[in-house]
């Protein structure tokens, strides 16, 4: 099973950048890989501008928050939630 940022790496193979978090939603959209969880992981992407695939893709596997448990607190390990 191909995972998360492979499959962001191949539904944003030909997108266009700079791109920001919507844009990139929406080629996803349009190009047919969207995928519960790839949008979900994009969705979660800080606001901001990114300048290549790589630039997503680093952010995709980003250190994961995690909440006094240990759990990740964005419901994914590998995704980081932005929310300062």
Do not use: K, Q
Not at 23 to 42: F, P
């Amino acid at each position: 099973m191909a995972s998360v940022t492979d499959r962001a790496r191949e539904a944003l193979s030909d997108t266009e950048f700079p791109a920001d978090r919507n844009t990139l939603l929406v080629r996803v959209t349009e190009r047919g890989g969207a995928t519960a969880d790839l949008m979900h992981a994009l969705a979660l992407l800080p606001e901001g501008i990114y300048t290549s695939l790589d630039a997503v893709v680093a952010g995709l596997d980003a250190d994961p928050e995690r909440d006094d448990d240990g759990a990740p607190t964005s419901g994914r390990p590998d995704i980081v939630r932005d929310d300062d």
